[in-house]
């Protein structure tokens, strides 16, 4: 069992930057890859980012490529996700989640275990 807690989220301008993080615990947090993913009313839930075990492996969604980073600290057993450029479209609940696997997946299917998600809301 791994458990997620997401902090770091809230109310931005556009064109401002937040930093979420996601603390893990349970499992051992190094052998399980992470990703982070968002939802916004009305809409499905969508990959943002992810990353493997190791930090080697992160697949990015195209919409926040050049603006988004995801980061681990497998010694705090936590992962980031920096966002700079935010604009109204980046608005959604945001929700860590993790896999069993080694590499990080796309597909939210492959993901085992979710936190209870934070909201982030960019104003125009």
């Known amino acids: 069992q791994v458990q997620l807690v997401e902090s770091g989220g809230g109310l931005v301008q556009a064109g401002g930057s937040l930093r979420l993080s996601c603390a893990a615990s349970?499992?051992?947090?190094?052998?399980?890859?992470m990703g982070w993913f968002r939802q916004a009313p009305g809409k499905e839930r969508e990959f943002v980012a992810g990353?493997?075990?190791?930090?080697?492996?992160?697949p990015i969604a195209d919409s926040v490529k050049g603006r988004f980073t995801i980061s681990r600290d497998n010694a705090k057993n936590t992962v980031y996700l920096q966002m700079n450029s935010l604009k109204p479209e980046d608005t959604a609940v945001y929700y860590c989640a993790a896999a069993n696997t080694v590499v990080a997946g796309t597909n939210p299917i492959l993901y085992d275990y979710w936190g209870q998600g934070t909201q982030v809301t960019v104003s125009s």
């Open positions: 349970g499992r051992i947090f190094s052998s399980v890859a």
């Open positions: 990353i493997s075990w190791s930090g080697s492996n992160t």
